[in-house]
């Protein structure tokens, strides 16, 4: 038997056809390699961007963090009287206060209650406290056989609470010598990122030597006249505000040995201890007066009216997580002035009516007099008395406000104005306005 086999038949025709269209998709398949290459080594050099990214962001957190613990001890002295309840509501909502980012303590922030009254109550009450604060008592008032001036026999208490501050300030730097002190009296209601503001703002006293103070008291923080929003914005002041503050020890050491016998804060508003220097204060305040406010040495007097309705922040500004070299003088004074005098001029019947259809927007009213100012003032129901010459919360002559979203500056004109007038004060009856 015999079998033929037959060879197979090649279309060499079609072959390289066949391996043209094999090359191509080599081809194809080798750019497409490529591609995913680079697009993988894109990726992977993102990634690491990213991680560098995060890393410095970490480490400039870990700086800031550093920073802020490398700031002294800030204690809070709590000047206390003949008020009990006052008293444990304020130190109670300092001791449990939990802040933005971190909770304060016995290491950070001390607390220090400084009592000058005969007051059995209130002795208990701090005493209670124990380990957790420190009290002091100072001899009272009524038996430190105070000199009172001339005619000031009525003005007793203001010179105790004088003598009082000495004492308590004494002990703070002079005994314990701390570099700086929170003060806060007892009818004093605290914001949640109370401490946050205080630590976050702390170095700039140190920077900058035309500032005196860091106050927790906006005095025109009525809830008509803020943004609400604006929890972190922060404003040099040329108005001592008090109620809530910070000193240092340098100025202390200034201050301390002319300590006054009376009125201590109008004392320190006075141009000869003030020297141009200012205060920062917020927008919002970190402090407000509580109903004990109004048993007050004078509070009482416009506790209704102004006082009680200063609003408290209840939203916490993560204040250390941002540069405040903004507020340093060099940094701040030529942006703020830019942004009065670019903001549009109105008059006083125009701005009714804009404040009225709710006109968003920034706005500047000019005054020339002590008149013209006072007009404005009640019309927008601003603080209309004066310190030394000194608006409540002035900067340069500036006030401003927040009205219906809108942003106001009440200013002097910026080519004329040549500082602060002393012989400015406000009547004591607003309709006393036409005897000026």
């Not at 804009?354 to 013209?372: C, F, N, V």
């Not at 209309?384 to 006030?399: E, L």
């Amino acid at each position: 038997l015999i079998i033929y086999f037959q060879q197979p038949v090649v279309d060499y025709s079609n072959l390289e056809a066949k391996i043209e269209h094999l090359e191509k998709l080599l081809a194809r398949s080798n750019d497409h390699i490529i591609r995913l290459r680079n697009e993988v080594a894109e990726a992977n050099e993102n990634y690491k961007a990213a991680v560098s990214k995060l890393t410095d962001t970490k480490g400039e957190q870990r700086t800031s963090d550093e920073d802020q613990e490398k700031i002294d001890p800030i204690p809070v002295l709590v000047f206390v009287c003949n008020r009990p309840r006052a008293l444990k509501q304020h130190v109670d909502k300092l001791l449990n206060l939990v802040i933005f980012r971190y909770r304060p303590n016995a290491e950070n922030y001390p607390i220090i209650i400084s009592q000058d009254c005969d007051n059995n109550e209130v002795a208990e009450i701090a005493q209670g406290y124990g380990s957790s604060v420190q009290y002091i008592k100072h001899l009272s008032g009524d038996k430190a056989n105070i000199t009172v001036a001339s005619g000031h026999q009525r003005y007793l208490t203001y010179y105790m609470i004088a003598r009082h501050y000495k004492l308590g300030l004494t002990h703070v730097f002079n005994r314990l010598n701390y570099s700086s002190v929170i003060i806060t009296e007892d009818d004093l209601d605290i914001a949640p990122d109370f401490f946050e503001y205080f630590r976050a703002t702390r170095r700039l006293l140190d920077k900058d030597p035309t500032l005196y103070c860091v106050s927790a008291w906006n005095d025109n923080g009525k809830s008509n006249l803020i943004d609400s929003d604006a929890t972190d914005l922060l404003y040099r002041s040329d108005f001592f505000p008090g109620l809530g503050w910070m000193m240092t020890k340098t100025l202390w050491d200034e201050l301390g040995p002319i300590w006054p016998n009376g009125f201590w804060d109008d004392w320190i508003r006075d141009p000869l201890r003030r020297k141009n220097r200012a205060c920062i204060r917020p927008e919002i305040s970190r402090t407000a007066m509580t109903k004990e406010g109004r048993k007050g040495a004078s509070k009482g007097l416009f506790f209704t009216k102004h006082l009680a309705k200063i609003q408290l922040n209840t939203q916490p500004a993560n204040f250390s997580g941002r540069s405040m070299e903004y507020l340093i003088k060099k940094n701040y004074d030529e942006p703020f002035l830019d942004s009065v005098y670019s903001a549009s001029v109105t008059n006083l019947p125009s701005l009714r009516r804009l404040i009225l259809e709710a006109s968003p927007g920034d706005y500047r009213i000019e005054y020339t007099t002590l008149s013209d100012y006072l007009s404005i003032a009640d019309s927008l129901q601003i603080m209309r008395d004066f310190k030394a010459g000194v608006p409540r919360t002035a900067y340069f002559g500036i006030v401003t406000c927040f009205i219906n979203r809108m942003r106001i500056y009440v200013a002097p004109d910026r080519f004329t104005w040549s500082g602060y007038n002393q012989s400015w004060e406000a009547p004591d009856n607003p309709h006393d306005l036409a005897q000026l």
